[in-house]
């Protein structure tokens, strides 16, 4: 993240406050053209300072409450509030999220940090500010080559891509444009469609990125060609589980590039040894894909509620002792022991957990808290980044569109690549289904980095009590429950747009 201390006070681009169609309501306030045009982008110092608040913009969206954990771990209900820990007004929203009560947790005042993630102003501002910065580029900007400018270019891509995606999980569909000044109003698009331009926005620059940065405090913090390849892949995998009767090419697909990625082994990526692991959570390891890194040796301002693992912490992994006595939440055991069965060797058992198996505020995830802030008794959390995609990510999703593909045999060796870093049990034919066996690794692996309902979600998984302690009905998942409601600020100036009609009716939204 040096790129972003160096920026940081170069200038952050102004952009539309609300959606696309909003532009022109504000030029009342300050012309757009002021704030984005050439007077600002005349350098190529100018345009790492453009990229490096488009970055900053859309962490200050999962840095506003506890969003990882919110949107994809919780609500199917396998977490839940430890009864009479000293913060349970607040960390009982779990309960209510793993029920799917979202009107609940929007109308409840001890939760109204959680409204922030139904406004997806700050994602559009994101999109906005690739959409002008592409433009100016196209243009030209002094000082910039050629192969510069499609490298920026390509990255500008990639994060509007990334950010659509992010948003189809959350929302459904939604406005899709590429326009640098759009201010005509436009409805909602189908998000199938949405993700199919995303991947042949993306396949078009990939090429255009590189494998890795000559700047090691780049790595994993910028868009690169992995970073791409593993946005691809899930794009890819998302719409495998919409597109009906068209599965086959998008595993296809996600093999394609995976297969790519994975010739870059040991070479750009690598899995880092087990007993590394806190290295892959303090950031720009050779692991990473992309994340968000953050670093208080930096005055990075990471909100106090917004990692995931704050609420699964305790003494001594979160100081002072006296106010830390047992975690506030915890994953049932039941659940723990589907994922990681207790006759079944695991490193991750040991080396992530404490307590695995206790229902009760015993239970931790030492797994985030291989950075302890160092002064022993400040209420901190431990230094991690927000971990968005890393190498055995991508290695799980390629053995599971292989799996699909009837590719049984390469779908184990993807498989097992993950389960020997873990020094766990290989997986051998007949121990069980394949497909159901990657889908648990991606539960075991992924814990925490906010997969795992999203995983429920495009596998259809979360219709079936196996696999979610709350699950949905077909009815309510057709009717978009798996989905979070859109603020009514969305509607404001533009005609066209709608709101997801299973919560329009939901009290507080």
């Known amino acids: 993240?040096?790129?972003?201390?160096?920026?940081?006070?170069?200038?952050?681009?102004?952009?539309?406050?609300?959606?696309?169609?909003?532009?022109?309501?504000?030029?009342?306030?300050?012309?757009?053209?002021?704030?984005?045009?050439?007077?600002?982008?005349?350098?190529?110092?100018?345009?790492?300072?453009?990229?490096?608040?488009?970055?900053?913009?859309?962490?200050?969206?999962?840095?506003?409450?506890?969003?990882?954990?919110?949107?994809?771990?919780?609500?199917?209900?396998?977490?839940?509030?430890?009864?009479?820990?000293?913060?349970?007004?607040?960390?009982?929203?779990?309960?209510?999220?793993?029920?799917?009560?979202?009107?609940?947790?929007?109308?409840?005042?001890?939760?109204?940090?959680?409204?922030?993630?139904?406004?997806?102003?700050?994602?559009?501002?994101?999109?906005?500010?690739?959409?002008?910065?592409?433009?100016?580029?196209?243009?030209?900007?002094?000082?910039?080559?050629?192969?510069?400018?499609?490298?920026?270019?390509?990255?500008?891509?990639?994060?509007?891509?990334?950010?659509?995606?992010?948003?189809?999980?959350?929302?459904?569909?939604?406005?899709?444009?590429?326009?640098?000044?759009?201010?005509?109003?436009?409805?909602?698009?189908?998000?199938?469609?949405?993700?199919?331009?995303?991947?042949?926005?993306?396949?078009?620059?990939?090429?255009?990125?590189?494998?890795?940065?000559?700047?090691?405090?780049?790595?994993?913090?910028?868009?690169?060609?992995?970073?791409a390849i593993a946005l691809i892949m899930h794009m890819s995998m998302w719409n495998a589980g919409f597109d009906t009767g068209n599965e086959t090419a998008y595993y296809q697909e996600t093999v394609k590039y995976g297969s790519e990625l994975m010739a870059q082994n040991n070479l750009a990526y690598s899995l880092l040894p087990i007993e590394r692991w806190a290295d892959v959570t303090k950031g720009r390891s050779e692991e990473s894909l992309f994340e968000f890194y953050r670093s208080i040796n930096y005055g990075d301002g990471t909100g106090s509620t917004a990692p995931f693992a704050d609420l699964f912490l305790r003494y001594p992994y979160k100081f002072p002792a006296n106010l830390f006595l047992t975690s506030f939440m915890v994953f049932r055991a039941s659940y723990m022991q589907k994922l990681f069965p207790p006759d079944v060797a695991d490193m991750r058992k040991e080396l992530w957990y404490e307590d695995i198996y206790a229902d009760d505020g015993r239970f931790t995830i030492p797994k985030f808290a291989g950075n302890v802030f160092a002064s022993g008794e400040e209420d901190r959390n431990p230094e991690n980044s927000f971990l968005i995609f890393r190498l055995a990510d991508a290695i799980l999703l390629q053995a599971e569109a292989l799996a699909e593909l009837n590719r049984d045999g390469e779908a184990i060796s993807h498989l097992n690549l993950v389960r020997a870093r873990a020094k766990a049990t290989p997986y051998s034919a007949g121990q069980g289904d394949l497909k159901d066996f990657i889908f648990l690794?991606?539960?075991?692996?992924?814990?925490?980095?906010?997969?795992?309902?999203?995983?429920?979600?495009?596998?259809?998984?979360?219709?079936?009590?196996?696999?979610?302690?709350?699950?949905?009905?077909?009815?309510?998942?057709?009717?978009?429950?798996?989905?979070?409601?859109?603020?009514?600020?969305?509607?404001?100036?533009?005609?066209?747009?709608?709101?997801n009609d299973y919560w329009i009716n939901s009290e507080g939204i």
């Open 441 to 499: 690794e991606r539960c075991r692996e992924l814990q925490g980095e906010g997969h795992a309902w999203f995983d429920l979600v495009r596998t259809k998984r979360i219709l079936s009590q196996r696999w979610a302690n709350n699950p949905l009905t077909l009815d309510q998942f057709n009717r978009g429950a798996w989905t979070w409601p859109i603020d009514r600020e969305s509607l404001r100036n533009n005609p066209l747009m709608t709101l």
């Open 1 to 227: 993240m040096k790129a972003i201390k160096i920026y940081i006070s170069a200038a952050i681009i102004g952009s539309c406050l609300v959606l696309p169609m909003g532009c022109k309501n504000y030029l009342d306030v300050k012309p757009l053209t002021e704030l984005t045009g050439n007077n600002f982008f005349k350098s190529k110092g100018d345009v790492e300072a453009n990229v490096t608040s488009i970055y900053l913009k859309f962490f200050e969206k999962i840095n506003e409450t506890w969003v990882i954990g919110a949107i994809g771990e919780t609500r199917s209900g396998e977490v839940f509030a430890v009864p009479g820990n000293r913060k349970f007004a607040s960390t009982r929203v779990v309960d209510i999220l793993g029920k799917n009560n979202l009107n609940t947790v929007l109308s409840d005042g001890d939760f109204s940090g959680y409204r922030k993630i139904i406004n997806w102003t700050g994602y559009y501002q994101a999109i906005q500010n690739c959409n002008i910065l592409i433009d100016k580029l196209n243009k030209g900007v002094p000082g910039v080559s050629e192969t510069e400018k499609a490298k920026y270019i390509a990255e500008a891509t990639f994060i509007r891509c990334f950010t659509y995606f992010w948003m189809v999980r959350l929302y459904g569909d939604v406005v899709y444009y590429t326009q640098a000044y759009q201010s005509e109003p436009l409805p909602r698009e189908n998000m199938v469609t949405v993700i199919k331009k995303c991947i042949a926005d993306m396949k078009a620059h990939v090429d255009q990125l590189p494998w890795v940065y000559d700047d090691p405090a780049l790595r994993g913090v910028r868009g690169t060609k992995g970073a």
